[in-house]
Protein backbone atom coordinates (compact mmCIF):
# COMPACT_ATOMS: atom_id res chain seq x y z
CA UNK A 1 0.00 0.00 0.00
CA UNK A 2 1.07 3.24 -0.94
CA UNK A 3 1.58 5.90 2.17
CA UNK A 4 2.42 9.40 1.99
CA UNK A 5 2.87 9.55 6.14
CA UNK A 6 4.56 6.62 5.62
CA UNK A 7 6.76 8.22 3.08
CA UNK A 8 7.54 10.83 6.08
CA UNK A 9 8.15 8.16 8.84
CA UNK A 10 11.14 7.07 6.53
CA UNK A 11 12.29 10.15 5.57
CA UNK A 12 12.34 10.66 9.88
CA UNK A 13 14.53 7.86 9.75
CA UNK A 14 16.76 8.45 7.25
CA UNK A 15 20.35 8.25 8.02
CA UNK A 16 21.43 11.67 5.98
CA UNK A 17 18.93 13.76 8.64
CA UNK A 18 21.03 15.63 10.59
CA UNK A 19 21.32 14.49 14.51
CA UNK A 20 20.90 16.82 17.83
CA UNK A 21 24.69 17.20 18.20
CA UNK A 22 24.71 18.97 14.34
CA UNK A 23 22.15 21.06 15.61
CA UNK A 24 23.84 21.92 19.12
CA UNK A 25 27.34 22.25 16.84
CA UNK A 26 26.04 24.40 13.92
CA UNK A 27 23.96 26.96 16.10
CA UNK A 28 25.15 27.59 19.61
CA UNK A 29 28.62 28.37 20.32
CA UNK A 30 30.92 27.36 23.53
CA UNK A 31 29.19 24.18 24.44
CA UNK A 32 29.71 22.54 27.32
CA UNK A 33 28.59 19.13 28.34
CA UNK A 34 27.23 18.44 31.54
CA UNK A 35 27.15 14.20 32.21
CA UNK A 36 25.07 11.97 34.59
CA UNK A 37 22.07 11.91 36.50
CA UNK A 38 23.47 11.94 40.44
CA UNK A 39 22.00 8.88 40.73
CA UNK A 40 23.20 5.96 38.76
CA UNK A 41 25.23 6.60 35.66
CA UNK A 42 25.47 8.80 32.47
CA UNK A 43 23.02 7.92 29.65
CA UNK A 44 25.00 8.62 25.71
CA UNK A 45 21.32 8.74 24.16
CA UNK A 46 20.97 12.30 26.14
CA UNK A 47 23.27 15.23 25.60
CA UNK A 48 22.79 18.44 27.48
CA UNK A 49 24.89 21.07 28.37
CA UNK A 50 25.39 24.65 28.80
CA UNK A 51 26.20 26.92 25.28
CA UNK A 52 25.87 30.49 24.00
CA UNK A 53 23.33 31.65 21.30
CA UNK A 54 23.72 35.06 19.85
CA UNK A 55 26.34 35.46 22.90
CA UNK A 56 23.48 35.10 26.04
CA UNK A 57 23.68 31.79 27.51
CA UNK A 58 20.97 28.96 27.78
CA UNK A 59 20.49 25.48 27.97
CA UNK A 60 20.49 23.03 25.34
CA UNK A 61 19.07 19.05 25.31
CA UNK A 62 18.94 16.57 22.39
CA UNK A 63 18.42 13.16 21.98
CA UNK A 64 21.21 11.73 19.87
CA UNK A 65 20.90 9.00 17.70
CA UNK A 66 24.33 8.63 16.55
CA UNK A 67 25.72 8.88 12.87
CA UNK A 68 27.80 5.84 12.90
CA UNK A 69 26.75 1.49 13.46
CA UNK A 70 29.78 2.07 16.48
CA UNK A 71 28.03 5.34 17.76
CA UNK A 72 24.41 4.29 17.14
CA UNK A 73 24.93 1.36 19.56
CA UNK A 74 26.78 3.38 22.48
CA UNK A 75 23.82 5.80 22.13
CA UNK A 76 21.12 3.11 22.01
CA UNK A 77 20.28 4.39 18.98
CA UNK A 78 18.36 7.34 20.03
CA UNK A 79 16.74 5.61 23.10
CA UNK A 80 17.30 6.89 26.48
CA UNK A 81 17.10 4.96 29.57
CA UNK A 82 15.67 6.41 32.98
CA UNK A 83 19.12 8.17 33.96
CA UNK A 84 18.89 9.97 30.48
CA UNK A 85 15.80 11.64 31.53
CA UNK A 86 16.95 12.41 34.89
CA UNK A 87 19.54 14.31 33.52
CA UNK A 88 17.81 16.07 31.25
CA UNK A 89 15.50 17.01 34.32
CA UNK A 90 18.47 17.60 36.56
CA UNK A 91 19.44 20.04 33.79
CA UNK A 92 16.16 22.24 33.29
CA UNK A 93 16.23 22.61 36.88
CA UNK A 94 19.84 23.72 36.60
CA UNK A 95 18.51 26.45 33.94
CA UNK A 96 15.73 27.55 35.85
CA UNK A 97 17.79 28.05 38.91
CA UNK A 98 20.29 30.28 36.89
CA UNK A 99 17.42 31.26 34.49
CA UNK A 100 18.54 30.61 31.51
CA UNK A 101 16.16 29.33 28.73
CA UNK A 102 15.87 25.56 27.51
CA UNK A 103 16.07 24.26 24.24
CA UNK A 104 15.48 20.44 23.10
CA UNK A 105 15.80 19.06 20.11
CA UNK A 106 14.08 15.71 19.96
CA UNK A 107 14.61 12.53 17.68
CA UNK A 108 14.05 9.07 19.29
CA UNK A 109 11.77 6.08 18.23
CA UNK A 110 10.66 5.79 21.97
CA UNK A 111 12.43 5.41 25.35
CA UNK A 112 14.58 2.40 26.18
CA UNK A 113 12.37 -0.81 26.51
CA UNK A 114 14.90 -3.06 27.97
CA UNK A 115 14.24 -4.90 31.73
CA UNK A 116 16.74 -2.66 33.05
CA UNK A 117 14.92 0.49 31.77
CA UNK A 118 11.81 -0.71 33.69
CA UNK A 119 13.30 -2.14 36.77
CA UNK A 120 15.39 1.61 37.36
CA UNK A 121 11.78 3.21 36.56
CA UNK A 122 11.39 4.33 33.42
CA UNK A 123 7.78 4.89 33.82
CA UNK A 124 8.43 7.09 36.74
CA UNK A 125 11.45 9.27 34.90
CA UNK A 126 9.24 9.91 31.89
CA UNK A 127 6.17 11.15 34.25
CA UNK A 128 8.70 13.07 36.32
CA UNK A 129 9.54 14.97 33.33
CA UNK A 130 5.98 15.83 32.46
CA UNK A 131 5.06 16.83 35.97
CA UNK A 132 8.04 19.16 36.34
CA UNK A 133 8.66 20.67 32.64
CA UNK A 134 5.23 21.66 33.24
CA UNK A 135 5.44 24.50 35.80
CA UNK A 136 9.00 25.32 34.84
CA UNK A 137 10.03 28.66 35.58
CA UNK A 138 11.82 29.66 32.57
CA UNK A 139 11.12 29.29 28.93
CA UNK A 140 10.83 26.36 26.98
CA UNK A 141 11.53 25.35 23.30
CA UNK A 142 11.35 21.92 21.84
CA UNK A 143 11.89 21.21 17.92
CA UNK A 144 11.33 17.45 16.64
CA UNK A 145 13.47 17.21 13.80
CA UNK A 146 13.39 13.47 13.35
CA UNK A 147 11.04 10.58 15.11
CA UNK A 148 8.97 12.05 18.03
CA UNK A 149 8.07 8.50 19.35
CA UNK A 150 5.74 8.43 22.33
CA UNK A 151 6.43 9.50 25.71
CA UNK A 152 10.22 8.66 25.01
CA UNK A 153 9.55 11.88 23.40
CA UNK A 154 7.32 13.54 25.21
CA UNK A 155 9.49 13.82 28.29
CA UNK A 156 11.38 16.58 26.62
CA UNK A 157 8.31 18.08 24.59
CA UNK A 158 6.48 19.64 27.24
CA UNK A 159 6.86 23.23 26.08
CA UNK A 160 6.18 26.74 25.69
CA UNK A 161 6.45 26.32 22.35
CA UNK A 162 6.87 23.02 19.83
CA UNK A 163 8.19 23.41 16.22
CA UNK A 164 8.68 20.30 14.14
CA UNK A 165 10.90 19.70 10.51
CA UNK A 166 8.49 19.34 7.64
CA UNK A 167 9.19 15.28 7.92
CA UNK A 168 9.33 14.69 11.03
CA UNK A 169 6.83 12.70 12.80
CA UNK A 170 5.09 12.51 16.05
CA UNK A 171 3.20 9.22 17.05
CA UNK A 172 2.27 7.45 20.44
CA UNK A 173 3.37 4.44 18.78
CA UNK A 174 5.81 3.81 15.78
CA UNK A 175 3.09 2.43 12.65
CA UNK A 176 5.07 -0.87 12.67
CA UNK A 177 3.81 -1.65 16.18
CA UNK A 178 0.59 -0.13 15.65
CA UNK A 179 0.09 -2.93 12.86
CA UNK A 180 1.27 -5.26 14.98
CA UNK A 181 -1.10 -4.35 17.30
CA UNK A 182 -4.17 -3.81 15.55
CA UNK A 183 -4.19 -6.46 12.13
CA UNK A 184 -1.03 -8.92 13.69
CA UNK A 185 0.50 -8.21 10.54
CA UNK A 186 3.66 -5.68 10.73
CA UNK A 187 3.43 -5.15 6.76
CA UNK A 188 0.52 -3.04 6.97
CA UNK A 189 2.27 -0.21 8.76
CA UNK A 190 1.92 1.79 6.05
CA UNK A 191 -1.34 2.03 6.33
CA UNK A 192 -1.48 1.98 10.02
CA UNK A 193 0.73 5.29 9.60
CA UNK A 194 -2.44 7.28 7.83
CA UNK A 195 -4.46 6.12 10.15
CA UNK A 196 -1.99 7.86 13.16
CA UNK A 197 -1.94 11.05 11.96
CA UNK A 198 1.68 11.41 12.20
CA UNK A 199 3.03 13.91 10.18
CA UNK A 200 3.77 17.30 11.21
CA UNK A 201 0.83 18.82 9.04
CA UNK A 202 -1.37 16.36 10.52
CA UNK A 203 0.22 17.72 14.48
CA UNK A 204 0.05 21.50 12.92
CA UNK A 205 -3.70 20.65 12.46
CA UNK A 206 -4.67 18.98 15.60
CA UNK A 207 -2.58 21.58 17.88
CA UNK A 208 -0.62 19.92 19.05
CA UNK A 209 2.33 21.88 17.78
CA UNK A 210 2.56 25.67 16.90
CA UNK A 211 5.14 25.46 14.02
CA UNK A 212 6.07 23.49 10.77
CA UNK A 213 10.18 24.21 9.86
CA UNK A 214 10.68 23.87 6.10
CA UNK A 215 13.67 21.24 5.18
CA UNK A 216 15.28 23.38 2.09
CA UNK A 217 18.55 23.07 2.53
CA UNK A 218 18.60 20.79 5.60
CA UNK A 219 21.49 20.24 7.24
CA UNK A 220 23.68 23.67 5.34
CA UNK A 221 25.33 26.48 6.92
CA UNK A 222 21.75 28.79 5.51
CA UNK A 223 19.35 26.08 6.89
CA UNK A 224 21.42 26.78 10.62
CA UNK A 225 21.16 30.54 10.49
CA UNK A 226 17.60 31.16 9.96
CA UNK A 227 16.73 28.55 12.68
CA UNK A 228 19.61 29.92 14.96
CA UNK A 229 17.69 33.25 14.18
CA UNK A 230 14.09 31.92 14.29
CA UNK A 231 15.04 30.60 18.28
CA UNK A 232 16.75 33.77 19.14
CA UNK A 233 13.63 35.24 18.49
CA UNK A 234 11.16 33.33 20.16
CA UNK A 235 13.41 32.75 23.36
CA UNK A 236 13.68 36.99 23.63
CA UNK A 237 9.63 36.34 23.16
CA UNK A 238 9.33 34.09 26.22
CA UNK A 239 12.06 35.50 28.50
CA UNK A 240 9.96 39.13 28.39
CA UNK A 241 7.52 37.44 29.85
CA UNK A 242 7.14 37.55 33.95
CA UNK A 243 7.15 33.84 35.15
CA UNK A 244 4.17 33.70 36.64
CA UNK A 245 2.24 34.75 33.43
CA UNK A 246 5.10 31.97 31.14
CA UNK A 247 4.11 29.12 33.29
CA UNK A 248 -0.15 30.34 32.79
CA UNK A 249 -0.10 30.08 29.49
CA UNK A 250 2.05 27.09 29.41
CA UNK A 251 -0.05 25.18 31.56
CA UNK A 252 -3.53 26.85 29.62
CA UNK A 253 -1.53 25.49 25.89
CA UNK A 254 -1.34 21.81 27.68
CA UNK A 255 -4.93 22.06 28.84
CA UNK A 256 -6.11 22.77 25.33
CA UNK A 257 -4.74 18.99 23.88
CA UNK A 258 -8.07 17.06 22.54
CA UNK A 259 -10.45 20.05 23.81
CA UNK A 260 -14.05 19.14 22.25
CA UNK A 261 -16.50 21.48 21.26
CA UNK A 262 -19.78 20.51 23.42
CA UNK A 263 -22.37 22.95 21.57
CA UNK A 264 -21.20 22.11 18.74
CA UNK A 265 -22.30 18.92 19.22
CA UNK A 266 -25.21 19.41 20.51
CA UNK A 267 -25.98 21.59 17.47
CA UNK A 268 -25.38 18.22 15.13
Request: glycine letters at 8%; proline letters at 4%; a neutral charge.
Amino acid sequence: MSSRAYDRVKLARSNYRPTSLSYIQNIFTDFFELHGDRAFADDAAIVGGVALLQGSPITVIGIEKGRTAKERVCRDFGAPNPEGYRKALRLMEQAEKFRRPVVCFVDTSGAFCGIGAEERGQGHAIAQNLMRLSDLGTPILSILIGEGGSGGALALAVADEVWMLENAVYSVISPEGCASILWKDSSRAPEAAEYLKLTAQDALQLGMIDSVLPEAGLGTAPFYRLLKKNIAVKLQQLSDLPVEELVTQRYRRLRSYGSFDYTAKERL
